[in-house]
């Protein structure tokens, strides 16, 4: 087990992600609610496929929100699946989501922040981090990616998916607002709502992403674009064209696609 002791106060605050967050702001939240958490969106099942994750293995969800994905992973046979989160309110929740379906044996919910996660080393064959990543400063990332390296077998894998990329805010957006001096006003400096300026410290491109986990000793890096088109800031919605546009060409699809995937794998030896 990793031994305990103190890590510096997070850049975000586990109070901003409070039970509004995680049952209106984020992704899956729309099923979660409705269903009272009895039902989750497709895209844990999805992601678990995704990832290769195969029955008997034991998953470690970093971030794992309303337990969404560790409930989906029982479910596909993993015979274990621990979440950790260090906001009060996701713990509540993700432990309402394994209550309500008869707390699976399995299951385990920690508060924990993920720079020191509480379970033992070389135990895990699959460590997730879904939209988790861009809320970590560059510091925050490094530390959690050595945790999950710590906690995995050899030769078990990490699996990402962040968004937005970075790269449709910095180039593409700030492009399209210099092509239009005459609206700069409807075309703020900044497109980011308000969640994204108080949550997203560290959002990534492909390059940073493969980085920070070639650096946190993980090999067989896949880091790769996903297929969401994300378009909702933009001031003209008739702007959104340039962004398929972009999506669709190979070489520049980096400043059209809105969110990225990685898998990477912990040395065998």
């Known amino acids: 087990m990793q031994e305990s002791g103190s890590v510096p106060a997070p850049e975000v605050a586990p109070e901003t992600y409070d039970r509004e967050y995680y049952t209106h702001g984020c992704m899956g939240a729309e099923e979660w609610t409705e269903s009272d958490g009895r039902t989750f969106s497709g895209l844990y099942a999805g992601a678990l496929k995704m990832a290769g994750m195969e029955p008997g293995w034991g998953v470690l969800d970093i971030g794992c929100g309303r337990g969404d994905l560790v409930l989906t992973a029982l479910q596909m046979k993993a015979a274990e699946a621990v979440g950790i989160d260090y906001a009060p309110a996701a713990i509540e929740l993700a432990r309402q989501t394994l209550h309500v ?3 699976p044996e399995g299951g385990r919910i920690e508060l924990a922040d993920a720079r020191r996660i509480p379970v033992d080393s070389d135990h895990f064959d699959l460590a997730t981090l879904l939209d988790v ?4 400063t560059p510091e925050e990332l490094a530390r959690s990616l050595s ?8 030769g078990g894998r990490v699996f990402i998916h962040t968004m937005p990329n970075a790269l449709i805010y910095e180039i593409t957006y700030r492009l399209q607002r210099h092509a239009r001096p005459g609206r700069a006003k409807r075309w703020p400096a900044d497109p980011r709502n308000d969640g994204e300026r108080a949550m997203h410290v560290n959002e990534q491109t492909l390059g940073s992403l493969r980085k920070a986990l070639k650096a946190a000793g993980f090999e067989r890096l896949d880091v790769r674009l996903g297929e969401w088109i994300y378009t909702d800031f933009l001031p003209e919605p008739a702007s959104a064209r340039a962004y398929r546009a972009l999506a669709r060409i190979p070489g520049l699809r980096q400043l059209g696609v809105g969110d990225l995937f990685a898998t990477a794998y912990k040395p065998a030896s």
């Open 147 to 154: 945790e999950a390296h710590r906690a995995l077998k050899p």
């Open 101 to 103: 379906a008869g707390d």
């Open 133 to 136: 990543v861009e809320h970590l």
